[in-house]
């Protein structure tokens, strides 16, 4: 069966975007580019929203670039080989491989997905990321927490979100960033 990870990167104040939309203050470095690689590496299927589709589609030829750094093109590998499905009401179609567009989150359909699935499943977005929350899909909360405050914008957990976490590893990074894996608990 497999395993649904919401991994994101977020603000010491709990924001993945700023009140305007911005998140350039979340760029990973070298270091912590190449752990999320190493994380994401087994994601067998990516569930994202179409914002987060939308910022991240640029893999699909980003990391093939010449001159890349070995952890740019090493993830763009990771992007190119897993499948996508991106939930969204308003896109016609998608400009990268092994991607499908679903009109709506279907949480039924994410369980089975689940029950279908051998590797890891990461869901990205935090409005998406929300719905797969409140239906009780997710298995594994991944957050790399920035050391900047924000104060305002889109959260990475739910207000309102009433959840019981496991902490099961913890990394601190050169740049300040803190990785905090958690398993969510029944």
């Not at 067998?44 to 952890?71: H, I, K, N």
């Not at 998608?94 to 279907?106: K, M, S």
Request: glycine fraction near 10%; charge should be negative; hydrophobic fraction near 40%.
């Amino acid at each position: 069966m497999g395993q649904l990870i919401y991994s994101g990167i977020a603000s010491l104040d709990g924001y993945v975007a700023d009140r305007d939309g911005n998140f350039s203050w979340s760029e990973p470095d070298q270091e912590v580019h190449t752990f999320i690689n190493d994380l994401e590496r087994d994601v067998a299927t990516y569930l994202f929203g179409r914002r987060m589709y939308q910022v991240l589609s640029v893999w699909e030829t980003f990391g093939s670039t010449p001159g890349a750094p070995d952890y740019i093109q090493d993830y763009g590998r990771i992007w190119q080989g897993a499948d996508k499905v991106v939930y969204s009401s308003s896109l016609t179609s998608v400009d990268t491989a092994r991607t499908r567009i679903e009109r709506a989150f279907d949480a039924e359909a994410v369980r089975k997905l689940k029950e279908s699935t051998a590797g890891k499943i990461s869901i990205g977005g935090a409005t998406l990321a929300a719905a797969a929350l409140q239906a009780g899909l997710v298995d594994e909360c991944q957050l790399f927490v920035n050391p900047v405050a924000v104060g305002g914008g889109l959260r990475f957990l739910p207000d309102g979100l009433n959840l019981r976490l496991d902490l099961l590893a913890e990394r601190r990074f050169g740049n300040g960033v803190v990785y905090l894996r958690y398993r969510v608990l029944p």
